[in-house]
């Protein structure tokens, strides 16, 4: 079946550092998406992208979608406490309306 | 917006009772999804429904695991009987068809079950 490889599983980095993460399929997706989950809520979205080399920022999260569509990355920059959380990047085939989710990257940030 | 309303947010029962957990999608929307997400298999789909009818359901483990939506603007996931292996954390999203930001699905806070 379909199945999104998301590394690393998890980090645990120093505030003010940047963050990258990536997934990558060896289906093709026409959607990646990029949700975080903080502790005790469902995820929420961060970044949805829709086309090839598609490169989208949101505030100092910025997310690309592979020029293959196999792939898609996702960097925050100059971490904060609040970056804490598991991130899961998310993708969609052409037809129908289901979501494969990778397994998520478990973010940690020292102060 | 409410956005998407699950309940019970925690759920304790004993092996062998019935469980059935709530869901209220975003007003509007039109599609519906019912997640288990643990440690071990990460989020996973259950079943989702287009216009209140089971479009895929071949996330469901087994027999005891049913869901119905009887309108757009509610639906139930039944566990029944349960067993401490279901123990998890249960999400509902919903997300509108044809929106042009497709794909994008708006979550609940999800119910904790616990099977003991």
């Known amino acids: 079946g379909q199945q999104l490889n998301q590394s690393p599983q998890s980090m645990f980095i120093q505030e003010g550092e940047d963050v990258s993460m990536n997934c990558t399929s060896s289906?093709?997706?026409?959607?990646w998406l990029w949700y975080k989950q903080d502790p005790g809520e469902g995820p929420v979205l961060l970044i949805a992208?829709?086309?090839?080399?598609e490169l989208t920022s949101n505030g100092r999260l910025t997310a690309q979608f592979g020029i293959t569509r196999k792939d898609s990355f996702l960097n925050i920059s100059a971490s904060i406490p609040s970056d804490v959380g598991i991130y899961f990047c998310?993708?969609?085939?052409?037809?129908?309306?289901?979501?494969?989710f990778g397994a998520g990257t478990i973010l940690r940030v020292k102060s | 917006d409410a956005g998407v309303i699950q309940s019970p947010r925690h759920e304790v029962t004993e092996m062998g009772q019935e469980v059935t957990l709530r869901c209220k999608p975003i007003?509007?929307?039109?599609?519906l999804f019912w997640y288990r997400q643990t440690m071990m298999r990460g989020l996973e789909l259950l079943i989702y429904?287009?216009?209140?009818?089971?479009?895929?359901d071949s996330g469901m483990p087994e027999d005891r695991f049913s869901a119905k939506m009887p309108n757009a603007s509610f639906s139930t996931l039944k566990i029944q009987p349960s067993e401490p292996r279901d123990s998890a954390v249960y999400f509902c999203?919903?997300?509108?068809?044809?929106?042009?930001?497709?794909?994008?699905?708006?979550f609940g806070a999800g119910t904790r079950l616990s099977v003991l």
């Open positions: 998310a993708g969609q085939r052409e037809y129908g309306n289901k979501l494969v």
């Open positions: 429904f287009n216009n209140n009818v089971p479009i895929d």
């Open positions: 992208l829709y086309k090839a080399g």
């Open positions: 007003s509007g929307h039109d599609s």
């Open positions: 999203a919903s997300s509108l068809i044809g929106d042009p930001r497709k794909g994008i699905q708006y």
């Open positions: 289906s093709i997706f026409n959607t």
